[in-house]
């Protein structure tokens, strides 16, 4: 039930009602196509993010067993010593990008590496053994940075998600039911003056078609 209260009845009141009435329609199809546009972005973010963390698995996995083969290999504390000789830093930065008109998070990630040449070992087996691990663990950040970017931006459009379509039922639910019972009042209201004029002018009309027949 809608609150007539506040309603003017003109004809250019009902003109605007049902322009505003068109445009809010315009407005929900254009955020309908924006929620089926941002469910398959999300579908193929999730799709990306699953890939990414097997691959992570796989990567971590890797890592491990690099770790475990070169501590069996040269000795646990040699494999400490030589990564105490090298110095791996990740500078890490978080930028913006637009996903389906949507700001998500970017990260953005610059490694930073010194080799030590001082090592206690030469370049035989033992150091590519090393670099082996150490390699395969670098690669393994770089992975967790990556299933970190899109797990964050699968959050975004999630929550970007949500909001849509509350809109979209704020619009269906209230907003466009309301100015159609705005609209439909004020027709109804100006048909019936409209017909209660024209019956005043034939009353009218009447009455003085009948006193001029007695004069």
């Known amino acids: 039930m809608i609150d ?24 929900y199809e254009l955020l ?9 972005k999300i579908i193929e973010l999730e799709e990306k993010v699953l890939e990414k963390a097997k691959q992570l698995q796989a990567s971590t996995n890797k890592a491990q067993m690099a770790l475990a083969r070169a501590e069996a290999f040269v000795g646990e504390g040699r494999v400490k010593a030589a990564s105490l000789g ?38 035989n087996s033992t150091s590519t053994m090393l670099e082996e691990a150490g390699d395969a663990f670098r690669k393994n950040v ?14 975004a459009l999630l929550k970007e998600i949500a909001r849509t379509t509350r809109r979209l039922k704020a619009l269906e639910l209230i907003v466009i ?8 009042y004020i027709r109804d209201e100006l048909d019936e003056r409209e017909r209660a004029d024209h019956f005043r002018l034939k009353l009218a009309k009447e009455i003085i078609e009948q006193k001029n027949k007695g004069d």
């Not at 007539?4 to 407005?27: D, F, H, M, P, Y």
């Not at 500078?91 to 996903?99: G, N, Q, R, T």
């Not at 770089?142 to 959050?155: F, H, K, P, T, Y």
């Open 32 to 40: 309908d196509k924006k929620r089926i546009a941002l469910m398959l």
């Open 86 to 123: 090298t110095k791996d830093e990740y500078s890490i930065e978080l930028d913006e990008e637009l996903v389906m008109g949507v700001r998500v998070p970017k990260i953005q990630s610059n490694q930073s590496r010194e080799k030590q040449f001082n090592s206690p070992y030469v370049f």
């Open 4 to 27: 007539v209260s506040n309603i003017t009845v003109t004809r250019s009141q009902l003109l605007a009602t049902k322009e505003q009435l068109v445009l809010t329609r315009q407005g």
């Open 142 to 155: 770089d992975g967790i940075l990556q299933l970190a970017e899109s797990e964050v931006q699968l959050a």
């Open 177 to 184: 039911p309301r100015l159609k019972g705005e609209y439909s």
